[in-house]
């Protein structure tokens, strides 16, 4: 059974950073395909970012784009999502989602596996 755990979420400021993980508990972590999502209240859950097999290997929401770097650490079984110059509308739970296909996955409905969320609030 894969259980994804996320961490890192908190309050910032304007203009402030974060940084997420997900640790995963898979057997083969390499062969898995990751991705973040962010729902906000009222809201859907949207696309954030996604990496394949290496941090190369990425693509993101073009909200996001030249914010937010998604990267993963095989020997860790964890990825990561580096977040700067945040914005109020980046407030949302983030949730890091996982397939057992490498790929740049954009869909919800392309993921098997999904953490319980944790929520980023970012104050104006």
């Known amino acids: 059974q894969v259980q994804l755990i996320e961490s890192g979420g908190g309050l910032v400021q304007a203009g402030g950073s974060l940084r997420l993980s997900c640790s995963a508990s898979?057997?083969?972590?390499?062969?898995?395909?990751f991705g973040w999502f962010r729902q906000a209240p009222g809201k859907e859950r949207e696309f954030v970012a996604a990496?394949?097999?290496?941090?190369?290997?990425?693509y993101y929401a073009d909200s996001v784009k030249g914010r937010f770097t998604i990267s993963r650490d095989n020997a860790k079984n964890t990825v990561y999502l580096q977040m700067n110059s945040l914005k109020p509308e980046d407030t949302a739970v983030h949730y890091c989602?996982?397939?057992?296909?490498?790929?740049?996955?954009?869909?919800?409905?392309?993921?098997?596996?999904w953490g319980q969320g944790t929520q980023v609030t970012v104050s104006s």
């Open positions: 989602a996982a397939n057992n296909r490498l790929g740049l996955w954009v869909h919800a409905y392309e993921y098997d596996y």
């Open positions: 990496i394949g097999w290496n941090d190369v290997n990425t």
């Open positions: 898979v057997r083969t972590f390499s062969n898995y395909g």
